[in-house]
């Protein structure tokens, strides 16, 4: 009878498991990205390496492929190699790869030794992945405390017209990404950088 039971619950058990996740597709033609110029790979809405940014679980592929752009392409400048390295770090942490988007945002660091707003942020998300919370709200404070520089309107602007689908910035600039990392901080990262963290933002349309 006990056998019986027993066979009984497992067969329950076994119904009630559930179905295993289904594998993302994050197949890209690697050739044809990194034949693009780095306006169109990394600053052009609906193409890039964006195309398959909206696909969650294939954050690590998209670091990749910015790894591979950054270090293969040809012709970049200091601030493109920074733009691409911190993308790379963000796809890093968002795909729970801590270490090496430590790495790499320790790097961020150095590079924007002479540019205080940037710093301060790199430093947030530095103390952010490290669970530092003081030095989370060390670095906020140093960000706030920053004046805006001239010609920042002129910025919104352009950003407005080239994104109206995004929230506009505002300053200091990612003032509001610091604030959702500490409402949301013992959340992964991933879940901390959402728009849904951050106090008063709107979530892009598009």
């Known amino acids: 009878m006990r056998a019986g039971l027993l066979s009984l619950v497992l067969l329950g058990t076994a119904g009630c498991q559930q179905a295993p996740e289904p594998v993302p597709d994050c197949s890209y033609d690697a050739e044809a990205m990194?034949?693009?110029?780095?306006?169109?790979?990394?600053s052009t809405p609906g193409a890039g390496w964006r195309v398959i940014a909206n696909i969650p679980g294939c954050?690590?592929?998209w670091a990749d492929l910015l790894a591979?752009?950054?270090?293969?392409?040809?012709?970049?400048?200091?601030?493109?190699?920074?733009?691409?390295?911190?993308?790379?770090?963000?796809?890093?942490?968002?795909s729970g790869q801590t270490d090496a988007a430590i790495d790499i945002v320790r790097e961020l660091i150095a590079i924007r030794?002479?540019?205080?707003?940037?710093?301060?942020?790199?430093?947030?998300?530095?103390?952010?992945?490290?669970?530092n919370l003081g030095a989370l709200r060390a670095a906020r404070e140093r960000l706030a405390a920053i004046p805006k520089p001239e010609g920042f309107e002129k910025g919104v602007e352009a950003f407005k017209a080239k994104y109206p689908?995004?929230?506009?910035?505002?300053?200091?600039?990612?003032?509001?990404?610091?604030?959702?990392?500490?409402?949301?901080f013992d959340e992964p990262y991933a879940e901390a950088y959402k728009f849904s963290c951050r106090p008063d933002q709107a979530q892009p349309v598009n």
């Open 34 to 42: 990194l034949a693009l110029d780095i306006g169109e790979f990394d």
């Open 59 to 61: 954050e690590s592929d």
């Open 68 to 94: 591979r752009y950054r270090t293969q392409g040809e012709g970049l400048s200091a601030e493109d190699e920074a733009g691409l390295l911190h993308h790379e770090f963000q796809l890093r942490a968002a």
């Open 113 to 131: 030794a002479n540019d205080a707003a940037m710093q301060s942020y790199h430093e947030a998300e530095l103390a952010f992945l490290s669970r």
């Open 165 to 184: 689908g995004y929230p506009p910035p505002a300053w200091p600039i990612n003032l509001d990404v610091i604030d959702g990392f500490i409402n949301c």
